[in-house]
């Protein structure tokens, strides 16, 4: 099925004017996450919670690359997968799967992103992880859990595994698979995400450089939850948030269609 030329209609009047919001922000972050060349074609999947008391969620129309993707053309599923408002698209099975585990157990996981970014599986293979080498790893460390790869995450009898394995923290690295961040608000998880993104790049980077590491005394990685709070005011989000989408702005407005 060839995507959409024109945005779903009617969309933004059938919502409430809290979902419609949702939907802008998470269509700008799947915009985001193509213009950092996160993205691996239509494959992968970004979630938010849609505001209220019916555990609804959003996430991607399965074909669509994420530079099209628009507010409008988002897909509204229940907690059993089921579209919960028409749609031509259908959802990735293996997304459903996984962000309907996260969900399910975290009432704070109110957006789930899931990238198979390069430098985040090439970090994914390597037996110690994330190494605490780079000021952005202090913080990805002190939130930071493993997933031992499974196959394509298709079987329900994988979730509680990934509950367990992410429990109560922000990152989760899949094992030869990809990235994995969980936030309360979509702007936090964008830039947990970002910061991610860049460990296991200046990661690779380093180690192709070939020579010896200088790591971070874990003294300093034990503080990072504070530093966190006393230079961003919390994740990040709120501060950088507002740039991010002045720069969707320039590139390309209409991921609020």
Same mark, same amino acid.
């Given at each position: 099925?060839?995507?959409?030329?024109?945005?779903?209609?009617?969309?933004?009047?059938?919502?409430?004017?809290?979902?419609?919001?949702?939907?802008?922000?998470?269509?700008?972050?799947?915009?985001?996450?193509?213009?950092?060349?996160?993205?691996?074609?239509?494959?992968?999947?970004?979630?938010?919670?849609?505001?209220?008391?019916?555990?609804?969620?959003?996430?991607?129309?399965?074909?669509?690359?994420?530079?099209?993707?628009?507010?409008?053309?988002?897909?509204?599923?229940?907690?059993?997968?089921?579209?919960?408002?028409?749609?031509?698209?259908?959802?990735?099975?293996?997304?459903?799967?996984?962000?309907?585990?996260?969900?399910?157990?975290?009432?704070?996981?109110?957006?789930?992103?899931?990238?198979?970014?390069?430098?985040?599986?090439?970090? *994914?293979?390597?037996?110690?992880?994330?190494?605490?080498?780079?000021?952005? *790893?202090?913080?990805?460390? *002190? *939130?930071?859990?493993?997933?031992?790869?499974?196959?394509?995450?298709?079987?329900?009898?994988?979730?509680?595994?990934?509950?367990?394995?992410?429990?109560?923290?922000?990152?989760?690295?899949?094992?030869?698979?990809?990235?994995?961040?969980?936030?309360?608000?979509?702007?936090?998880?964008?830039?947990?995400?970002?910061?991610?993104?860049?460990?296991?790049?200046?990661?690779?980077?380093?180690?192709?450089?070939?020579?010896?590491?200088?790591?971070?005394?874990?003294?300093?990685?034990?503080?990072?939850?504070?530093?966190?709070?006393?230079?961003?005011?919390?994740?990040?989000?709120?501060?950088?948030?507002?740039?991010?989408?002045?720069?969707?702005?320039?590139?390309?407005?209409?991921?609020?269609?």
């Amino acid at each position: 099925m060839s995507p959409p030329t024109t945005p779903t209609p009617g969309v933004r009047e059938r919502v409430s004017r809290e979902e419609w919001d949702q939907r802008v922000a998470l269509a700008a972050a799947y915009r985001l996450v193509a213009l950092y060349r996160w993205d691996d074609l239509v494959f992968t999947h970004l979630s938010a919670r849609v505001p209220g008391p019916d555990h609804h969620f959003l996430i991607n129309p399965y074909g669509m690359l994420f530079d099209e993707i628009t507010a409008s053309s988002l897909v509204k599923v229940d907690r059993d997968g089921h579209k919960v408002m028409d749609s031509p698209y259908e959802v990735n099975p293996a997304g459903f799967v996984i962000h309907s585990a996260i969900h399910g157990a975290r009432e704070d996981a109110r957006c789930v992103l899931h990238v198979h970014s390069l430098n985040g599986i090439a970090v *994914s293979a390597q037996p110690k992880g994330v190494l605490p080498i780079s000021q952005q *790893s202090i913080f990805v460390l *002190s *939130s930071l859990g493993y997933h031992d790869y499974e196959g394509v995450a298709l079987r329900d009898d994988e979730k509680p595994r990934l509950v367990r394995d992410l429990g109560d923290k922000r990152f989760l690295m899949l094992r030869n698979h990809g990235l994995f961040t969980v936030a309360e608000s979509i702007p936090d998880a964008v830039v947990q995400l970002y910061v991610f993104e860049a460990t296991c790049a200046i990661q690779v980077r380093a180690q192709q450089a070939g020579g010896e590491l200088i790591t971070v005394d874990p003294r300093i990685v034990a503080t990072a939850q504070a530093q966190v709070q006393a230079v961003t005011r919390g994740l990040g989000g709120a501060l950088a948030w507002p740039g991010l989408l002045r720069r969707l702005e320039r590139v390309d407005p209409s991921y609020k269609d």
